[in-house]
């Protein structure tokens, strides 16, 4: 461990001690019946060594249950009928606020993607139609009633991107335009009951300058999505110009599927297990009463500003603690 760290406290709850040994960059590891280790230097203060060795016990048994989570993951069985699929729980969390019409666009993801060069958008729109087909998400409608949500997986679309030029003199006429079309369209509201969780559109600013305009519902896509479908969608696009067809690896397991294990997992003395850890955790915490500086509308507008502040090292430390 580098020079000067500090090594944790005995008493930390658990997850708390692994928490601090990973940002000390320390690894853990089970060997058999020993527990083994990695760290900056390869060596550990004699205080640290004697936190491990008074709760090795409790640590090893901490990352086989880890494992035995890891593997059970790992073996999401398929729905043998999917038709009234239940929602994971992020889903319905995101239904229920939409129920309530109280979440505007603020959970609406624009992703606007800036395409230079020569582009036939008969290839594009193939591509982007492949990854609509190949992650379910993206063409799931989530029906039923307020008792019992499902999600109802769509057949694969046929998408066509048709150029819009966006009007302006000049170049940043254009691009201001084109920043107010790709406002208009993240607020439009979606009907996650009916339709599709995405809509697209394909700008024109340059005869070689376009921005192809995504907006997808947080309900089938969130951070992580993006990284996922740029990739693919820039793979795909990549092997429908060239004339062949993209062969990505098959996904291992579809989203309804880990939706209902989820539901299974977190059922029964599991979820009463858990519930009765938070209504402990929680006893006599007196509520929440934030001052508020000014009325609030009655309808919430997501308005937002940003402030930054310095703060001192030894606050950051025990935030950080």
Same mark, same amino acid.
């Given at each position: ?50 936190? /491990?060795?008074? !709760?090795? @016990?409790?640590? %090893? &048994?901490?990352?086989?249950? #880890? +494992? $035995?989570?890891? *593997? ?38 624009? /992703?606007?993607? !800036?395409? @230079?060069?020569? %582009? &036939?958008?008969?290839?594009? #729109? +193939? $591509?982007?139609? *492949? ?52 406002? #208009? ?137």
């Amino acid at each position: 461990m580098a020079s000067g760290s500090e090594a944790p406290r005995t008493g930390l709850p658990l997850e708390h001690l692994l928490s601090e040994l990973r940002r000390q960059d320390i690894r853990l590891w089970q060997d058999g019946d020993r527990l083994r280790f990695s760290a900056p230097g390869n060596r550990l203060p004699d205080s640290l060594l004697a936190v /491990l060795k008074a !709760r090795k @016990a409790e640590i %090893l &048994d901490f990352l086989a249950r #880890a +494992r $035995a989570t890891q *593997a059970e993951a790992t073996a999401i069985p398929a729905l043998a009928d999917d038709a009234g699929a239940a929602l994971s729980f992020a889903q319905e969390r995101l239904w229920i606020l939409h129920r309530l019409g109280i979440t505007g666009a603020a959970y609406h993801l624009p /992703l606007n993607l !800036r395409i @230079a060069g020569p %582009l &036939d958008p008969v290839p594009l #729109a +193939r $591509a982007l139609a *492949a990854v609509v087909a190949r992650h379910e998400p993206l063409r799931t409608v989530f029906a039923g009633d307020e008792a019992r949500p499902v999600q109802v997986v769509l057949p694969p679309p046929d998408i066509t991107l048709l150029p819009e030029a966006v009007p302006g003199n000049t170049p940043a006429e254009r691009l201001a335009e084109a920043g107010r079309l790709a406002l #208009a369209m993240t607020r439009e509201p979606f009907d996650l009951a009916r339709r599709p969780v995405f809509r697209t559109r394909l700008l024109a600013l340059e005869p070689d300058l376009h921005v192809l305009l995504l907006v997808i519902h947080h309900i089938a896509f969130d951070g992580w999505s993006t990284g996922v479908l740029i990739r693919e969608l820039t793979e795909f696009h990549a092997a429908y110009a060239a004339g062949r067809a993209p062969a990505p690896a098959a996904l291992p397991t579809r989203y309804v599927d880990y939706a209902a294990w989820q539901r299974r997992r977190l059922s029964g003395p599991r979820m009463q297990e858990l519930l009765e850890y938070w209504r402990g955790a929680l006893a006599g915490v007196p509520p929440l009463d934030l001052p508020r500086s000014r009325p609030r509308p009655p309808v919430q507008t997501y308005a937002a500003a940003v402030t930054s502040r310095d703060i001192g090292p030894a606050l950051a430390g025990r935030v950080a603690q």
